[in-house]
Nanobody, 128 residues
Framework: QVQVVESGGGAARPGGSVRLSCTISGLTFERHAVGWFRQAPGKEREGVSCINKNGAITLTADSVKGRFTIARDNSKNTVYLQMANLQPEDTAMYYC?????????????????????WGQGTQVTVSS
């Protein structure tokens, strides 16, 4: 049984930092790319960042580029999202998702259909 578990969310001040973790079990972790998505109330879910199987390729949405960094540790079956200089518009539920084996991080990485397993999400709230 595959489990995708996010952690690390919470409250932050504008300009602050938060690190999210996503631990995945029940599959061969290093065979899958992993993405982070977020959804704010009343808005559509959007792709935040993606990392390929060995961590050599990362893609990041323009809205967070330069502030958010994705990384993975295959020895721990974990993907991280380091978020810096947080802004109120970053407030959202953040989801971790695991791609089908045949997909990596490429042109259509934000398409939900490329992702086979999803976590339950972790809330990040940025306010003063």
């Amino acid at each position: 049984q595959v489990q995708v578990v996010e952690s690390g969310g919470g409250a932050a001040r504008p300009g602050g930092s938060v690190r999210l973790s996503c631990t995945i079990s029940g599959l061969t972790f290093e065979r899958h790319a992993v993405g982070w998505f977020r959804q704010a109330p009343g808005k559509e879910r959007e792709g935040v960042s993606c990392i390929n199987k060995n961590g050599a390729i990362t893609l990041t949405a323009d809205s967070v580029k330069g502030r958010f960094t994705i990384a993975r540790d295959n020895s721990k079956n974990t993907v991280y999202l380091q978020m810096a200089n947080l802004q109120p518009e970053d407030t959202a539920m953040y989801y971790c998702a695991v791609t089908f084996v045949t997909y990596g991080c490429s042109q259509y990485w934000t398409s939900s259909s490329r992702y086979e397993y999803w976590g339950q999400g972790t809330q990040v709230t940025v306010s003063s």
